[in-house]
């Protein structure tokens, strides 16, 4: 889809989970809940009362969930071959209710654009590299999803943007994918391992659930890079027009002559040069441009047929020409005329 439409669904994505209240989050984790009953009776014609008579309470459990998901419509975000920091940007969200630190691992799979982590952001082509912001417009930090790595803690109802920028290689052809399955484990307080579930703490301490949507303290995303490019062919032939025996032919504006076929001497030729960008290519090609030398042993004539070519450049025996757009399914040809030595 188009990139400013893309950065509108991303940005209204994103401004709606930050601007999530706390209150989502519920009770922090260890605050005791206690209440009271009161007792009244009569007795000897009075009235007694009885404050605090029963109690009971709890200490609220820490709820371990998070959502992670892509900002990208589709989950997809097309790129052209060559073209630098592309981003693909995904959201960590803690919806527990106490802070979090968590451990982002990142994998190309299905991958035929070749790309390779660079965990220094260098951006090289071929190379991606895995980046968080604090909020929408912060300043990216690189991370480096290999091994156990913390984000350090997100607060509950928080949020971390992952962004994974790349640089497609120039030889990606069109319809060439990679995919990344992207993941987030919460991490223990201290962030050297994985937070683990913790039960039968009793009513004075804390235990930890998960409730992600999995309930095993994992949550997957997937997304890619697609590659729309043209799928462009050329073709080059020459016939006879005639063979011009008597030498009267005018090759320039003569019509072909049937049955011609002798290379000879004087014989009118006409090369035929075509361009294609086929039916199901991904995107049209642009500035698109050839050069062609005539061979020695043949002198050009004329410009016979021009279609679909917006300049066209003779220079002695050098024949060039420019196509500024041809779509998808369309074709530009030109018939080059030229007199055999």
């Given at each position: 889809?188009?990139?400013?439409?893309?950065?509108?669904f991303?940005?209204?994505?994103?401004?709606g989970?930050?601007?999530?209240?706390?209150?989502?989050?519920?009770?922090?984790?260890?605050?005791?809940?206690?209440?009271?009953?009161?007792?009244?009776?009569?007795?000897?014609?009075?009235?007694?009362?009885?404050?605090?008579?029963?109690?009971?309470?709890?200490?609220?459990?820490?709820?371990?969930?998070?959502?992670?998901?892509?900002?990208?419509?589709?989950?997809?975000?097309?790129?052209?071959?060559?073209?630098?920091?592309?981003?693909?940007?995904?959201?960590l969200?803690?919806?527990?209710?106490?802070?979090?630190?968590?451990?982002?691992?990142?994998?190309?799979?299905?991958?035929?654009?070749?790309?390779?982590?660079?965990?220094?952001?260098?951006?090289?082509?071929?190379?991606?590299?895995?980046?968080?912001?604090?909020?929408?417009?912060?300043?990216?930090?690189?991370?480096?999803?290999?091994?156990?790595?913390?984000?350090?803690?997100?607060?509950a109802?928080?949020?971390?943007?992952?962004?994974?920028?790349?640089?497609?290689?120039?030889?990606?052809?069109?319809?060439?994918?990679?995919s990344?399955?992207?993941?987030?484990?919460?991490?223990?307080?201290?962030?050297?391992?994985?937070?683990?579930?913790?039960?039968?703490?009793?009513?004075?301490?804390?235990?930890?659930?998960?409730?992600d949507?999995?309930?095993?303290?994992?949550?997957?995303?997937?997304?890619?890079?697609?590659?729309?490019?043209?799928?462009?062919?050329?073709?080059?032939?020459?016939?006879?027009?005639?063979?011009?025996?008597?030498?009267?032919?005018?090759?320039?504006?003569?019509?072909?002559?049937?049955d011609?076929?002798?290379?000879?001497?004087?014989a009118?030729?006409?090369?035929?040069?075509?361009?294609?960008?086929?039916?199901?290519?991904?995107?049209?090609?642009?500035?698109?441009?050839?050069?062609?030398?005539?061979?020695?042993?043949v002198?050009?004539?004329?410009?016979?047929?021009n279609?679909?070519?917006?300049?066209?450049?003779?220079?002695?025996?050098?024949i060039?020409?420019?196509?500024?757009?041809?779509?998808?399914?369309?074709?530009?040809?030109?018939?080059?005329?030229?007199?055999?030595?």
């Amino acid at each position: 889809m188009p990139r400013d439409t893309r950065t509108l669904f991303s940005a209204a994505l994103l401004m709606g989970a930050f601007a999530q209240g706390a209150s989502a989050a519920g009770a922090p984790p260890g605050e005791i809940v206690s209440n009271s009953m009161t007792l009244s009776y009569e007795t000897g014609g009075d009235t007694i009362t009885q404050e605090e008579a029963a109690e009971a309470s709890f200490t609220v459990d820490q709820r371990l969930s998070f959502t992670f998901a892509s900002l990208e419509d589709g989950g997809t975000v097309n790129v052209e071959p060559g073209a630098a920091a592309q981003e693909i940007r995904l959201i960590l969200t803690n919806t527990g209710n106490a802070a979090v630190p968590f451990d982002i691992d990142v994998a190309a799979v299905a991958d035929q654009l070749g790309l390779t982590l660079d965990p220094g952001g260098g951006g090289e082509e071929g190379t991606y590299s895995v980046f968080l912001l604090d909020e929408p417009g912060g300043t990216a930090v690189a991370y480096d999803p290999s091994g156990v790595v913390s984000t350090g803690p997100i607060p509950a109802d928080g949020s971390r943007i992952v962004v994974i920028r790349a640089t497609i290689p120039r030889s990606a052809g069109d319809g060439a994918l990679t995919s990344f399955e992207v993941s987030a484990a919460p991490l223990t307080p201290g962030g050297g391992g994985t937070q683990g579930a913790v039960r039968g703490q009793g009513l004075g301490a804390v235990d930890i659930v998960y409730a992600d949507e999995g309930e095993d303290g994992t949550v997957l995303s997937e997304t890619s890079y697609q590659v729309l490019a043209p799928q462009l062919t050329a073709a080059k032939d020459v016939v006879v027009v005639s063979e011009n025996r008597s030498g009267e032919f005018s090759c320039s504006g003569g019509a072909p002559e049937p049955d011609a076929e002798a290379f000879i001497p004087g014989a009118c030729i006409e090369y035929t040069i075509t361009l294609s960008n086929a039916p199901e290519a991904g995107s049209p090609a642009t500035f698109l441009q050839f050069n062609d030398t005539l061979p020695e042993g043949v002198t050009f004539d004329s410009v016979a047929v021009n279609n679909g070519f917006d300049e066209l450049d003779v220079e002695g025996a050098m024949i060039s020409g420019a196509v500024a757009t041809l779509a998808p399914g369309s074709s530009a040809f030109v018939r080059i005329r030229a007199t055999v030595d």
